[in-house]
């Protein structure tokens, strides 16, 4: 059992005397309030038996940064609010666990917001009460909450209004947010990134980010997982569109999957105790909803996100329409809006570790020849359009081709083709555990089919070749049929 606990607070950043907590906390009394001055009284939360740090320790700070300050920020404070322009919009950027308010990820979505327009930004600082224990972050969530919701308040009290109030939260950040909207009446928006998993699993509603706490929740999910040791965010929907990139557990360019790695790591940790390195290795899935919704402030695509039953179906192309005027799909991250299509959305990003991570979605629907003699095949397919896009996968190794199949694939490319009047398709044969034993080394592609996701428009490409057949490791042009 104690192997168990050192092992499950290894994974989720909390001390041996928090673990000692968490193993008596089916049998122990639950622990009395705590009451801070002009804060209130506040008890454990549900799942750890802590309580939550007082604001003097955890030291929450804000940093006003505005289009004649973007450079320098303003130490403000709900007795003083420095420059503040209570006729402008007023964003709240609100860190995780560890993380603080000088980390590049803020410093740059604090510079696209300002450069999308004149507003305040305000950059919250709580790393005085987000280090290790886990647990004991977790719990210093509501102080922060109420410090926030006090500096707010006195905005609106100088004329601002809860409307025009958007809180941006990563992580524990996410959470944050969703505690100073329930105390404050329509407050206008709450943007989840990668909402905390740990601790939040086992919580009721009103102890984590749900729709109620803002007149419009938005939600990215980049490492979500059913369980803790998988993943470190929310797998489950939270807001009131909640997107799913890539899925929403795994992202393009973060390697291994999350949860196997936490764990190889986990025992690594406890021989090495090399804990921050672990760390940076774990976070980039964690991270990656930031980087999205940093990049979506001014993105030129439009970055849209379809509704379908699943990740797997929209990969397959069989969730491709936004409707005749594109309500019924929406924009990934800032520009996502309360009046489009709700519920869970699905999207690609491209697989660059920099921007742009949005582009433009096409259907491919590729149809094999029927009178060709090969049987079936299995290989890598791409396509490139033009020199503004590199080759683009279409189907992998593990495909199956058959005589006269039809197999379609929604893709994403970095850059929208100016002309659509001919592909590129390159074919390479998959060896498999078989080393490819009756599969074709070469194969006869009678038409591919491009359906551009956004404009609604078809294209139907055919072999320019009168030997269509494509050898394995070759490549044949297509031009509109």
Not at 316 to 326: A, N, V
């Amino acid at each position: 059992m104690s192997l168990i606990i050192l092992l499950l607070c290894t994974l989720l950043g909390v001390s041996l005397t928090t673990a000692a907590t968490i193993e008596r906390a089916v049998s122990s009394d639950v622990l009395p309030s705590i009451c801070y001055n002009d804060f209130g009284c506040f008890s454990p939360r549900p799942g750890f038996k802590v309580l939550p740090q007082s604001p003097e320790k955890i030291n929450t700070q804000f940093f006003l940064y505005t289009r004649k300050q973007s450079s320098q920020a303003q130490l403000i404070s709900s007795s003083n609010l420095g420059s503040f322009d209570h006729t402008k919009q007023i964003k709240l950027i609100i860190h995780g666990f560890t993380d603080k308010a000088s980390s590049s990820w803020v410093i740059n979505m604090t510079k696209e917001l300002l450069k999308l327009e004149d507003m305040n930004v305000i950059t919250v600082d709580w790393s005085g009460g987000n280090q290790f224990p886990y647990g004991q972050a977790a719990a210093n969530t509501v102080i922060v909450a109420a410090v926030v919701r006090q500096l707010l308040q006195v905005m609106i009290s100088t004329g601002a209004q809860p409307q025009q109030m958007h809180l941006i939260g990563h992580s524990l950040g996410a959470h944050i947010s969703s505690y100073v909207g329930r105390d404050l009446p329509n407050l206008g928006r709450i943007s989840g990134l990668d909402p905390a998993g740990p601790d939040f699993y086992v919580s009721q509603v009103p102890d984590r980010l749900d729709p109620s706490d803002a007149l419009f929740v938005d939600v990215i999910h980049t490492d979500g997982a059913p369980q803790i040791h998988s993943g470190f965010g929310h797998l489950e929907p939270l807001g009131h569109v909640d997107f799913y990139p890539n899925g929403g557990s795994a992202q393009p360019t973060c390697g291994s999957n999350t949860g196997v790695i936490l764990l190889q790591s986990a025992w690594s940790l406890i021989s090495t105790f090399n804990v921050g390195n672990a760390a940076d290795t774990l976070a980039c899935n964690h991270m990656s909803a930031v980087f999205y919704y940093t990049d979506s402030i001014n993105t030129p695509s439009p970055a849209f996100a379809y509704p379908c039953s699943d990740y797997k179906s929209f990969e397959q192309g069989l969730c491709t329409s936004c409707g005749s005027s594109s309500d019924r799909c929406q924009r990934t991250g800032y520009h996502a809006s309360i009046s489009k299509t709700l519920g869970t959305l699905y999207l690609m990003t491209l697989h660059g570790v920099k921007p742009p991570h949005f582009g433009f979605n096409f259907k491919v629907i590729l149809e094999s020849d029927m009178n060709d003699n090969a049987q079936q095949t299995r290989g890598i397919i791409k396509v490139k359009f033009d020199e503004q896009n590199e080759d683009t996968l279409l189907f992998d190794q593990n495909t199956l081709f058959k005589r006269g199949s039809i197999n379609s694939k929604t893709i994403l490319v970095a850059n929208k083709p100016t002309a659509m009047e001919k592909i590129n398709i390159s074919f390479k044969k998959s060896l498999g555990s078989t080393l490819g034993i009756g599969l074709a080394g070469q194969w006869n592609i009678r038409s591919v089919t491009m359906l551009d996701m956004q404009s609604h428009m078809s294209y139907r490409f055919c072999p320019t070749s009168n030997s269509p057949m494509i050898k394995s490791g070759s490549n044949l042009t297509y031009k509109l049929c």
